[in-house]
């Protein structure tokens, strides 16, 4: 019986040592060791990619902003939130998508008047309405639109400024993003980073 209740005694004191182990190692060294590699090798990313302008942060390049008015270009639709692009906390409701499938009715219908609308707005054909400007992202929060959907908002937001569309064409291809190491996505405009630049034309 004595030896039975030390075999029991030893196994659990090597479990426990291995449980205080592991959680050194797993629950605080790898942790921190994370940490440390997201400071010092991608300190922006790992502070959020922030935004700043006139010395202050206005947004993130991470996560979407609602932008309206002629004189701004605009994001994609966004259905999280009840106003769009609401990234959760303060009692906001947080990111999604409408789930609904591609041959969903409702979607359909969506769909053909965000066409016409965008189209409308920026006086173009219907057909060359890009996807990215009537369909939302899984996330509601895409920060980033297609260099297509970017160059149909060209004159519109030249005209609401009262400057060249070649002057706004050109930042538009300053903050045309290409494919990640050259073979992942697609290019990508960062929308808030284009309209702070545009902000600054007049």
Do not use: C
């Given at each position: 019986?004595?030896?039975?209740?030390?075999?029991?005694?030893?196994?659990?004191?090597?479990?426990?040592?291995?449980?205080?182990?592991?959680?050194?190692?797993?629950?605080?060294?790898?942790?921190?060791?994370?940490?440390?590699?997201?400071?010092?090798?991608?300190?922006?990313?790992?502070?959020?990619?922030?935004?700043?302008?006139?010395?202050?942060?206005?947004?993130?390049?991470?996560?979407?902003?609602?932008?309206?008015?002629?004189?701004?270009?605009?994001?994609?639709?966004?259905?999280?939130?009840?106003?769009?692009?609401?990234?959760?906390?303060?009692?906001?409701?947080?990111s999604?998508?409408?789930?609904?499938?591609?041959?969903?009715?409702?979607?359909?219908?969506?769909?053909?008047?965000?066409?016409?609308?965008?189209?409308?707005e920026?006086g173009?054909?219907?057909?060359?309405?890009?996807?990215?400007?009537?369909?939302?992202?899984?996330?509601g929060l895409?920060?980033?639109?297609?260099?297509?959907?970017?160059?149909?908002?060209?004159?519109?937001?030249?005209?609401?400024?009262?400057?060249?569309?070649?002057?706004?064409?050109?930042?538009?291809?300053?903050?045309?993003?290409?494919?990640?190491?050259?073979?992942?996505?697609?290019?990508?405009?960062?929308?808030?980073?284009?309209?702070?630049?545009?902000?600054?034309?007049?």
């Amino acid at each position: 019986m004595t030896i039975v209740r030390t075999g029991w005694i030893r196994q659990h004191v090597a479990a426990l040592r291995i449980l205080v182990v592991l959680t050194v190692i797993l629950g605080l060294g790898y942790p921190v060791a994370t940490w440390a590699v997201g400071q010092v090798l991608f300190r922006n990313h790992a502070q959020g990619s922030p935004v700043e302008s006139d010395g202050r942060v206005v947004g993130s390049r991470l996560i979407g902003q609602n932008f309206t008015g002629a004189a701004w270009f605009h994001p994609r639709a966004s259905l999280a939130g009840a106003k769009g692009y609401a990234a959760g906390g303060d009692g906001a409701d947080g990111s999604g998508g409408s789930n609904l499938g591609p041959s969903n009715p409702e979607l359909v219908k969506a769909i053909r008047a965000r066409r016409a609308a965008v189209a409308r707005e920026n006086g173009v054909a219907p057909t060359q309405v890009p996807p990215d400007a009537v369909t939302a992202s899984a996330s509601g929060l895409d920060p980033d639109i297609s260099p297509e959907y970017a160059a149909i908002q060209v004159n519109r937001v030249a005209k609401a400024r009262n400057v060249p569309a070649a002057d706004v064409r050109r930042l538009v291809e300053r903050y045309t993003y290409g494919r990640q190491l050259g073979v992942l996505g697609d290019p990508h405009v960062n929308v808030l980073e284009l309209n702070l630049a545009v902000a600054k034309l007049g």
